[in-house]
């Protein structure tokens, strides 16, 4: 029963969220021109280097590319409406919903890292997929997966990652209703999440 009751708060916040497509779409192309400069300064780098990679320029695009597709899935941004709950005292209402309230944030946080990302994964692989050979850069594409293995592994660690970040989001806002300044909610995951993300560039290549 409790089931249902996270599943009707997620998906009712997930439609809202759908909503701000605007954004959303000024958010996409910001990320595609950050990956296009980082694919940029990869490729110089490679061209002057005489030593053998660990990676090859294709997996590190590839590497870059999903990078910038899956930032939003990184609990490095807050809910803004969580954290005026808990400034302002409305988190009391939450806290009289016959619901654990760690998993009903867990629950809101789902959606709010799932659908900034779908919003912007989709059009991103399009466009790295297929748009860029388009215009004479294949060697920038995305690269499909080697084999279904891969894919699979790919897609479990995906789902680990997401409720990791979710884990991590939920754990800091609970954390944070014993504090009174948003700043410091704020800062218990993004002073982390740079180290451990690893997504601007692949560890080995260095």
């Known amino acids: 029963m409790r089931f249902w009751s996270y599943f009707a708060i ?18 996409l192309m910001t990320q595609i021109l950050w990956g296009m400069i980082k694919i940029m300064v990869i490729t110089a780098f490679f061209g002057v280097s005489s030593g053998e990679q660990p990676l ?20 490095w941004n807050t809910d803004h409406e969580l954290v005026a709950q808990i400034r302002e005292g409305g988190v009391a209402y939450e806290l009289i919903r016959p619901l654990d309230l760690y998993w009903f944030w867990f629950c809101r946080t789902i959606t709010l890292r799932t659908a ?20 004479g850069l294949s060697e920038w594409i995305l690269s499909p997966p080697a084999d279904l293995l891969t894919l699979g592994v790919f897609l479990i660690s995906l789902l680990a990652a997401l409720a990791l970040a979710c884990g991590i989001h939920a754990n800091a806002r609970r954390a944070g209703m014993d504090l009174v300044r948003r700043r410091c909610q704020s800062a218990v995951p993004a002073g982390d999440h740079g180290v451990i993300r690893d997504a601007g560039t692949p560890t080995p290549v260095f």
């Open 116 to 135: 900034t990302t779908a919003l912007r994964s989709m059009p991103m692989i399009i466009f790295a997929v297929w748009v860029l050979p388009l215009v």
């Open 56 to 75: 090859s320029l294709a997996q590190v695009v590839s590497y870059i590319w999903l990078g910038q597709a899956l930032l939003g899935m990184l609990p």
């Open 10 to 27: 997620a998906s009712a916040r997930y439609q809202t969220l759908l909503q701000y497509r605007s954004a959303a779409f000024a958010d």
